[in-house]
């Protein structure tokens, strides 16, 4: 991978325009809005992930691969230093030195927990692959084993596990029982699995155990489904572009394994019945947040589908296909591992998703990317949070950290009566969308 300047992230050291006054770049005083969610929280959610989960994750992570003495020295280091130390800038000879000293101008030389979570979770992240030379080991220079270890996922033992189980297994076999269901049904159906296999979540796993079953609909705490598919409505044939005709869909991919091939199954029914003729799927750029989709991730996963039997079989031969015909796109961007949110998203990326019909954002932190990682009025409008973001836009995610805007009063009072942590346990799921403004 090679690491981007500021400018193709989205930031600029030294630009005074504003850009990088979000909630995930430091300057959280700067922008208007509810309190940014920091790590120092007494008690908060975003402490116990980064004094909890993050030390659990490195020992896993040492756990799982043969490291080196360098390595496993490295990971020690690390360890100390985000539970008793102070932040520190990445190597100066890493390619994104520059822009991680820009975007930690404020937090670097402080304890991990004054920064904003965003920012800690995302930097905590980008730390770790430094740590086991994912990028390679920039103070070995000379050193034979300096790249040895360049491009290993330190979190793919975790995603090879979960997509060899049994769970996907069963779910896989499931898609026979859809396969002649009517369209609006499965379409229905399909819609749900990609929202709830959002649970399948490594990260959270690591403290929150595996979440409790669903009731799928009862856990709804918003339900945007039927705006969504307005957007899209199935198509007839029509030439691109013409009124009517099927466009291009984003899906901003989340979690890989049981997140990613509902998903990939949600892609093939709306090439399948012409609610888009292409979909563009963006992954992550490198490993981050445990089982985030890379592409390796999603050529895994199209495997994993191509040898099934069955229906999952023949989606995972048409999705093959597709893939050969342009009409699915694996792309990537730097920003998508960045710790600021979607509304400082460079242009470069603006312009992609302002020409897409509905931009589909998977998951909890494309959420807090998506309104702002801050501590919103849960009936605060989704619309006028998400007013900046360059199309129509959809939010399907699990609710996993204590973001969350949109709702209705009755339905915030019933979940405050009914559970008080239902911000966080990953029981309740939303569906939200905001067409063209
Ligand atoms: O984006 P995802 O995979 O749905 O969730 C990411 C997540 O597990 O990471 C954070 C804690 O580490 C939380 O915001 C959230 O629960």
Redesign the pocket.
Same mark, same amino acid.
């Given at each position: 991978m090679t690491a981007r300047t500021p400018r193709d992230t989205g930031e600029e050291p030294g630009d005074s325009s504003g850009s990088g006054s979000g909630s995930g770049s430091g300057s959280e005083g700067v922008a208007a809005g509810a309190p940014v969610i920091l790590g120092n929280g007494p008690g908060s959610? &975003?402490r116990g /992930?980064l004094a909890e989960?993050?030390p659990a994750l490195i020992e896993q992570v040492r756990d799982a691969f043969p490291y080196s003495r360098r390595q496993h020295k490295a990971l020690d280091l690390l360890l100390e230093e985000i539970t008793n130390g102070v932040v520190e800038p990445l190597d100066p000879s890493a390619q994104d030195h520059e822009q991680w000293a820009y975007w930690g101008r404020e937090h670097i030389g402080r304890p991990w927990f004054d920064a904003p $979570?965003l920012w800690a979770?995302s930097y905590f992240y980008r730390r770790l692959l430094e740590a086991v030379e994912y990028f390679g080991c920039f103070g070995c220079f000379g050193h034979l084993s300096a790249g040895a270890w360049q491009g290993i996922d330190p979190f793919a033992p975790f995603k090879r596990a979960e997509l060899r189980g049994a769970a996907v297994e069963e779910e896989l076999r499931a898609l026979d029982a859809l396969a002649d269901a009517p369209a609006d049904e499965r379409a229905t159906a399909l819609l749900r699995a990609a929202l709830w296999g =959002?649970r399948a979540?490594?990260? $959270?796993r690591i403290t &929150?155990g595996e979440p409790a079953a669903s009731e799928a609909d009862e856990r709804l705490a918003a339900d945007d489904a039927a705006a969504l598919w307005s957007l899209l409505p199935a198509g007839a044939p029509g030439a691109p572009g013409a009124p009517g005709a099927p466009a291009t869909v984003a899906v901003v991919a989340?979690?890989a394994g049981r997140?990613l091939i509902p998903d990939l199954v949600l892609i093939d029914h709306l090439l399948e019945h012409r609610h888009a003729e292409k979909v563009v799927l963006y992954v992550k750029p490198y490993p981050y #947040? /445990?089982?985030?989709a890379t592409t390796a991730d999603v050529v895994d996963c199209l495997r994993r589908l191509v040898e099934a039997p069955g229906e999952a079989g023949r989606i995972g031969r048409r999705l093959w296909t597709a893939m050969a015909e342009d009409r699915v796109e694996v792309r990537t961007h730097p920003f998508f591992c960045a710790p600021l949110p979607y509304e400082e998203m460079p242009r470069d990326l603006r312009g992609e998703l302002a020409s897409v019909a509905l931009t589909v954002l998977?998951?909890?932190? =494309? #959420?807090?990317r998506l309104v702002g990682d801050r501590m919103w009025d849960a009936t605060s409008s989704f619309a006028d949070r998400t007013a900046y973001f360059p199309g129509p836009v959809a939010a399907l995610?699990?609710?996993?950290?204590? /973001?969350v805007v949109g709702l209705t009063r009755a339905t915030v009072d019933a979940l405050e009566r009914s559970d008080a942590a239902w911000r966080?346990n990953?029981t309740r799921a939303l569906v939200q969308v905001r067409p063209r403004g």
């Open positions: 959610f &975003a /992930v989960r993050h $979570f979770e =959002n979540d490594l990260g $959270f &929150a989340d979690n997140e #947040y /445990v089982s985030d998977k998951g909890d932190l =494309n #959420y807090r995610r699990i609710l996993k950290s204590d /973001v966080t990953g």
